[in-house]
């Protein structure tokens, strides 16, 4: 369990190349149903972001029963194909604070949605959060409120969902982009057996600040406390909610993501990111996926590690802009 927690608890670090963006932060009002530990944070690209979050109708199941879905819409809709954003595992769209206002500066429309069962969508009714469930809330999401084929953007675990959807809604999906995919896990594996006291029990621990603050000194480094600190809290600031041990331990007692077979029937055009210095999905894993996907390119970033779009925004950025509006990339 705690190398699970460690291997997924490192989201919310963003580098010094975010303050290189002349995005400045807007004074607007956080939206209500956040956490009140919002109006903690320093971060000016998260609190824009913040800022932006809204919550959607979707429909779930064959009733008029809906899941206000938590997002950031462009605030232009263009009539080219949408870029539409995925997470991490266990994250929030406050991931692509530094990258997302990068991409809207490029004249693309960017959706930047969070995956059922994580970030900060109403989930009061406690909805089952298995794979299944995932894919047909995004499908929905799609369906009601997207309506066009999507360039569909997953780091990390988001490249399994994204994967996941793509071989079962080929129409909803115009291109995909894999930024680090961790996609050959075989699921939750044992996780799944344990008794649900203890699956609680080690969710919890997953939200702790100790083990959020020590995976972010393993992934980011030398940096000033306050800092760390400031971005461990963006990170953790979904799992404030109510229902977000429900929802995690309904995850994990599922089997979660196995795309293994998957991978060679996605028929989209792919991109594969990868940053150089990734500790947590190898460079093999990453030249693996690039030979088995069917029509894919594979672009690396340099003095990078698992987070490419966290780490380095400008430059993944540039890349799904550039393939956002190649047809030869």
Known sequence: MLALALRFSVIGGAKAEC???????CCGRFPAFLPKEVHEIKDPFARTLAQRIQRLPVKIGFSESCIMSSCVKPIRQYETNPVVLLHCFDSSCLEWRCAYPLLEGAGLEVWAVDVLGWGFSDLEIRPPCNVAAKRHHLYQLWKSHIRRPMILVGPSLGGATAIDFAVKYPEAVKKLVLINASVYAEGTGVLTRLPRKIAYAGVSFLKSM????????????????TTRLDWTNVGRLHCLLPWW????VSYMLSGGYNVVPQIRQVKQKTLVIWGEY???????LAM????ELPNSVMRQIPDCGHLPHV?????VA???ADFARSDSC
């Open 311 to 315: 780490e380095k925004p400008n430059a």
């Open 245 to 248: 041990e429900d929802a995690t």
């Open 288 to 291: 693996k996926l690039y030979c």
């Open 19 to 25: 303050g290189g963006s002349r995005h400045r932060c």
């Open 210 to 225: 100790p083990l959020r603050l020590y995976a972010n000194v393993l992934t980011f480094g030398n940096i000033p406390f």
């Open 318 to 320: 540039q890349l799904i």
């Open 278 to 284: 990734d500790n947590i999905v190898s460079n093999k």
